[in-house]
């Protein structure tokens, strides 16, 4: 199985490379192999670890319209994908999210917030055997059309979702991931001033998105495991 992540341009620093790297390596026990989409020449000198750098092909993505590019079969990702974005902290091990979902489809997390009823993008697992043809190349087909979505996670989700029947798509159960910030997917959205940054006693990764980040955060959960 391959591990992918994508560190594109300069919102993170290296070290969140090293840490996504040394969580996977303690809590994916099963056999992969961990892959760095990158456009930074030189990390492989400062990375530690058994880890493949690849640029993508193209280079006319910017930021995280980037992720877009897992999916084309210019990438290589032969054989089961598992993706995350840099900025998650893993707590447990996570080999079930290799094996959910069955072969050969795209596995997705729901948005933390239900009233968008979409996927969010920050973990996924998927198959280009299927996601090539049903991903990449609608996208690049209607490409001007998906200009207008805000991000990646709108493109792939309206893309995935097409398919009524869902024959080839599937999803993480809830209780596996939470956000750093929101504790659960009940749609409550509270003033910061009351964010308790509570970890669930379910939870396997804790996605962040917005502020604050893993480096910035004072809780010991992260601390001990964003390392």
């Known amino acids: 199985m ?10 993170y620093k290296p070290i969140y490379v090293q840490n996504l790297y040394n969580m996977v390596n303690r809590h994916l026990t099963i056999p992969h192999k961990f892959i760095c989409f990158t456009d930074h020449v030189k990390l492989n000198k400062i990375i530690k670890g058994d880890i493949e750098f690849r640029p993508f092909k193209r280079h006319d993505f ?25 900025d998650i902290v893993i707590l447990d091990n996570i080999n079930c999210f290799a094996d959910h979902g069955g072969q050969n489809k795209f596995v997705g997390m729901n948005d933390f917030n239900p009233a968008t009823k979409i996927f969010n993008s920050s973990i996924m697992k998927f198959n280009n055997n299927v996601c090539s043809d049903m991903i990449w190349n609608e996208y690049m087909k209607n490409r001007n059309y998906y200009k207008k979505h805000p991000g990646d996670q709108n493109i792939i989700s309206e ?9 080839n798509v599937n999803r993480f159960p809830d209780e596996w991931t939470q956000s750093y910030k929101w504790y659960d997917r009940k749609g409550e959205r509270y003033h910061k001033s009351k964010w308790t940054f509570e970890k669930a006693p379910t939870t396997k990764i804790a996605v962040f998105h917005g502020q604050p980040n893993p480096h910035e955060s004072d809780q010991n959960w992260v601390k001990n495991n964003w390392k």
């Open 62 to 86: 910017q930021g995280w319209f980037n992720k877009l590019q897992l999916f084309s079969p210019e990438s290589e990702l032969n054989g089961e994908t598992l993706y995350t974005d840099l």
């Open 2 to 11: 391959n591990f992918a992540c994508v560190f594109y341009g300069n919102k």
């Open 159 to 167: 893309i995935v979702l097409k398919d009524k029947n869902l024959k």
